[in-house]
Protein backbone atom coordinates (compact mmCIF):
# COMPACT_ATOMS: atom_id res chain seq x y z
CA UNK A 1 0.00 0.00 0.00
CA UNK A 2 1.27 3.47 -1.00
CA UNK A 3 1.98 6.12 2.25
CA UNK A 4 -0.93 7.65 1.41
CA UNK A 5 -3.15 4.66 0.98
CA UNK A 6 -1.68 3.85 4.42
CA UNK A 7 -2.77 7.22 5.60
CA UNK A 8 -6.08 6.86 4.26
CA UNK A 9 -6.54 3.43 5.92
CA UNK A 10 -5.20 5.03 9.15
CA UNK A 11 -8.24 7.98 9.38
CA UNK A 12 -10.63 5.28 8.58
CA UNK A 13 -9.78 3.28 11.07
CA UNK A 14 -9.05 6.52 13.64
CA UNK A 15 -12.67 7.52 12.65
CA UNK A 16 -13.89 3.64 14.05
CA UNK A 17 -11.82 4.16 16.99
CA UNK A 18 -10.01 0.67 16.49
CA UNK A 19 -6.85 0.74 18.48
CA UNK A 20 -5.91 -2.73 17.39
CA UNK A 21 -6.49 -1.39 13.82
CA UNK A 22 -4.56 1.56 14.44
CA UNK A 23 -1.70 -0.26 16.08
CA UNK A 24 -1.30 -2.91 13.36
CA UNK A 25 -0.70 -0.19 10.99
CA UNK A 26 2.33 0.83 12.52
CA UNK A 27 5.84 -1.09 12.07
CA UNK A 28 6.97 -3.03 15.79
CA UNK A 29 9.68 -0.64 16.20
CA UNK A 30 7.78 2.63 14.95
CA UNK A 31 8.22 6.48 16.17
CA UNK A 32 5.12 8.11 16.90
CA UNK A 33 6.65 12.01 18.35
CA UNK A 34 3.23 14.69 18.75
CA UNK A 35 5.09 17.34 18.64
CA UNK A 36 3.00 18.19 22.36
CA UNK A 37 4.44 15.19 24.07
CA UNK A 38 7.59 13.22 24.17
CA UNK A 39 8.17 10.79 21.84
CA UNK A 40 6.82 6.96 22.11
CA UNK A 41 8.27 4.26 20.63
CA UNK A 42 7.05 0.87 19.55
CA UNK A 43 3.56 -0.30 18.75
CA UNK A 44 2.49 -1.10 22.16
CA UNK A 45 3.30 2.07 23.58
CA UNK A 46 0.88 3.74 19.82
CA UNK A 47 -1.78 1.32 21.20
CA UNK A 48 -1.28 2.81 24.81
CA UNK A 49 -2.25 6.16 23.86
CA UNK A 50 -4.86 5.22 21.67
CA UNK A 51 -6.89 3.42 24.50
CA UNK A 52 -6.64 6.05 26.74
CA UNK A 53 -7.51 9.19 24.29
CA UNK A 54 -10.17 7.44 22.66
CA UNK A 55 -11.60 6.63 26.72
CA UNK A 56 -11.79 10.11 27.43
CA UNK A 57 -12.51 12.28 24.41
CA UNK A 58 -14.21 11.92 20.90
CA UNK A 59 -12.04 12.51 18.00
CA UNK A 60 -12.68 12.52 14.49
CA UNK A 61 -10.17 13.41 11.71
CA UNK A 62 -11.24 15.02 8.21
CA UNK A 63 -9.36 14.72 5.86
CA UNK A 64 -8.03 18.27 4.64
CA UNK A 65 -5.73 17.12 2.08
CA UNK A 66 -2.91 14.53 1.46
CA UNK A 67 0.40 14.71 -0.26
CA UNK A 68 2.90 11.96 -1.24
CA UNK A 69 6.56 12.19 -1.93
CA UNK A 70 8.67 8.62 -1.93
CA UNK A 71 8.15 7.11 1.72
CA UNK A 72 6.10 10.23 3.30
CA UNK A 73 2.52 11.24 3.42
CA UNK A 74 1.73 14.35 4.64
CA UNK A 75 -2.20 14.73 5.88
CA UNK A 76 -3.49 18.42 6.91
CA UNK A 77 -6.44 17.56 9.30
CA UNK A 78 -9.45 18.77 11.10
CA UNK A 79 -12.16 18.00 13.71
CA UNK A 80 -15.86 19.04 13.59
CA UNK A 81 -15.21 21.27 16.84
CA UNK A 82 -13.03 23.60 14.75
CA UNK A 83 -9.42 21.81 15.72
CA UNK A 84 -6.73 21.56 13.18
CA UNK A 85 -3.16 20.58 12.18
CA UNK A 86 -1.14 18.09 10.09
CA UNK A 87 0.36 15.15 10.31
CA UNK A 88 3.59 13.66 8.51
CA UNK A 89 4.01 9.72 7.87
CA UNK A 90 6.91 7.56 7.37
CA UNK A 91 5.79 4.61 5.62
CA UNK A 92 7.55 1.73 4.39
CA UNK A 93 6.87 -1.86 3.27
CA UNK A 94 2.99 -0.76 4.23
CA UNK A 95 3.79 0.13 7.66
CA UNK A 96 4.13 3.56 9.68
CA UNK A 97 7.82 3.92 11.07
CA UNK A 98 7.63 7.10 11.77
CA UNK A 99 4.69 9.79 13.00
CA UNK A 100 5.14 13.65 13.65
CA UNK A 101 2.07 15.66 14.26
CA UNK A 102 0.88 18.98 14.79
CA UNK A 103 -2.17 20.11 16.65
CA UNK A 104 -3.05 22.94 19.61
CA UNK A 105 -3.47 20.59 22.89
CA UNK A 106 -4.58 23.37 25.04
CA UNK A 107 -7.92 23.58 22.40
CA UNK A 108 -8.04 20.17 22.57
CA UNK A 109 -7.94 19.77 26.25
CA UNK A 110 -10.87 22.67 25.97
CA UNK A 111 -13.18 21.42 23.36
CA UNK A 112 -12.63 18.45 25.04
CA UNK A 113 -14.02 19.66 28.08
CA UNK A 114 -10.60 18.09 29.88
CA UNK A 115 -8.71 19.24 32.42
CA UNK A 116 -6.21 21.70 31.82
CA UNK A 117 -2.77 20.51 33.24
CA UNK A 118 -0.90 23.35 35.25
CA UNK A 119 1.91 23.02 33.21
CA UNK A 120 -0.07 24.67 30.62
CA UNK A 121 -1.26 27.40 32.61
CA UNK A 122 2.41 29.31 33.53
Same mark, same amino acid.
Given at each position: ??????????? *???????????????????????????????????????????????????????????????????????? *?????? *???????????????????? *?????????????
Amino acid at each position: MSPSGVVREWV *RRFNAADVEGLAALYAEDCVNHQVVTEPLYGREAIASLFRREFARATMVCEVEQILEDGEWAVMEWRDPLGL *RGCGFF *RVRDGRIVFQRGYFDQLSFF *RQQGLPVPEHYLG
